[in-house]
């Protein structure tokens, strides 16, 4: 029994007779993406906000072989026939989920890596909640009535905005004093060591951790560097800083490189072998990266708060492969790793299962 199909006819036809052009926006881990592609032997398309950024340059093994720049990455789908023309893949970023939007994302009529359909469910927190709840892993507590707060919240809006406006209270009384004026929801603010676990579930792959029909691998993991909580316990308590006007942001500015505890690889696995598993149901899967965002505890409970459904710029620290990803293939990055899934793809004559 093989994957579902994913892309119709007519997403695939530009693709009859060529190989794919690997495309994204010159923004979050297109370094990787290009330059995972050009090893595989791609050409590679990036999609630019007006003149095509001069770092480049800088990365000659990982700058794309054209560029389209547009206006604004929101007008994308004005484009789409160049695009065509050109046999891209498009390959999602957190710059597709916050410039782009799943609206606009899921009709634009050029072959998409993955399944299109699980942006929709990252990006309304609502529609995440019932996932992952469904899936039974273990999650913070949500907040639908104020009231109800007897502990730390964090207040989180919707969307990929790199942590921009993230709220943390104490209790109800603190949450009261802030001005919230966007979709958003609450959560119990879990105490622990924060941990993004990146994975890639392959529905062509028929060995390794199998689930479904396909299976999971462990490629990296990685912590926030975010601006300015990470330093504001240097200054004082939280409310002399809000006396003083300053206010916590969790605004990420960069990325470090973990290893969790071997010991706790197997709950790690289970905890991604549900979630794809839910997916499947829900909406026919996803294909490719995916993080995995949580807390574990003193008591090594790990607390699931969040999903990212495709690449995120944590892996951007393993370009050259992490102490998991090694033990696949050497050297082995997402961004490679997309390329290596799309080669095995065409090769099978398979790319509607790993196409949307």
């Known amino acids: 029994m093989g994957a579902p199909r994913l892309a119709s006819d007519k997403v695939l036809e530009?693709?009859?007779?060529?190989?794919?052009?690997?495309?994204?926006?010159?923004?979050?881990?297109?370094?990787q993406i290009f330059h995972g592609a050009r090893l595989?032997?791609?050409?590679?398309?990036?999609?630019?906000?007006?003149?095509?950024?001069?770092?480049?340059?800088?990365?000659?093994?990982?700058?794309?072989?054209?560029?389209?720049?547009?206006?604004?990455?929101?007008?994308?789908?004005?484009?789409?026939e160049r695009l065509r023309k050109e046999g891209a893949v498009l390959v999602p970023t957190g710059s597709f989920v916050e410039y782009v939007g799943p609206e606009r994302f899921s009709k634009l009529p050029v072959p998409v890596f993955g399944n299109r359909k699980v942006m929709?469910?990252?990006?309304?927190?609502?529609?995440?909640?019932?996932?992952?709840?469904g899936a039974g892993v273990r999650m913070p507590r949500k907040f639908t009535d104020p009231s109800e707060i007897d502990g730390p919240v964090i207040v989180k809006y919707y969307g990929a905005k790199g942590g921009r406006g993230f709220i943390l209270a104490k209790n109800r009384r603190e949450l009261e004093s802030h001005k919230i004026d966007?979709?958003?929801?609450?959560?119990?603010?879990?105490?622990?060591?924060?941990?993004?676990?990146?994975?890639?579930?392959?529905?062509?792959?028929?060995?390794?951790?199998?689930?479904?029909d396909g299976s999971l691998e462990l490629l990296g993991m990685d912590r926030r560097d975010e601006a300015n909580i990470d330093e504001l316990y240097k200054l004082g308590s939280q409310e002399e800083l809000l006396r003083a006007g300053i206010h916590p942001t969790f605004v990420v500015t960069g990325n470090v490189p973990v290893v969790i505890r071997e010991s706790l690889l197997p709950e790690v696995f289970e905890i991604g072998e549900k979630i794809v598993e839910r997916s499947i149901d829900l909406f026919g899967g996803m294909v490719g990266p995916f993080c995995?965002?949580?807390?574990?505890?003193?008591?090594?409970?790990?607390?699931?708060?969040?999903?990212?459904?495709?690449?995120?710029?944590?892996?951007?620290?393993?370009?050259?492969?992490?102490?998991?990803?090694?033990?696949?293939?050497?050297?082995?990055?997402?961004?490679?790793?997309?390329?290596?899934?799309?080669?095995?793809?065409?090769s099978e004559g398979r790319l509607a299962e790993v196409l949307s």
């Open 120 to 133: 929709e469910w990252e990006s309304d927190r609502e529609k995440e909640r019932l996932w992952l709840e």
């Open 292 to 346: 995995v965002e949580g807390i574990m505890t003193e008591k090594l409970e790990f607390y699931v708060f969040e999903i990212s459904t495709r690449i995120v710029a944590g892996t951007n620290v393993y370009i050259n492969g992490s102490p998991y990803s090694d033990m696949v293939a050497p050297g082995l990055s997402t961004g490679r790793r997309i390329a290596i899934e799309l080669k095995r793809a065409i």
């Open 40 to 80: 595989e032997g791609f050409r590679t398309l990036g999609i630019a906000r007006g003149r095509p950024p001069r770092f480049y340059d800088a990365f000659p093994l990982a700058k794309p072989d054209l560029f389209l720049a547009l206006p604004k990455v929101a007008e994308i789908g004005e484009h789409a």
């Open 14 to 31: 530009p693709l009859k007779g060529r190989d794919p052009t690997i495309a994204t926006i010159c923004s979050h881990s297109s370094l």
């Open 182 to 212: 966007e979709p958003h929801v609450i959560q119990e603010y879990v105490i622990g060591t924060r941990y993004y676990i990146h994975f890639f579930y392959s529905p062509l792959n028929d060995r390794g951790y199998r689930v479904g």
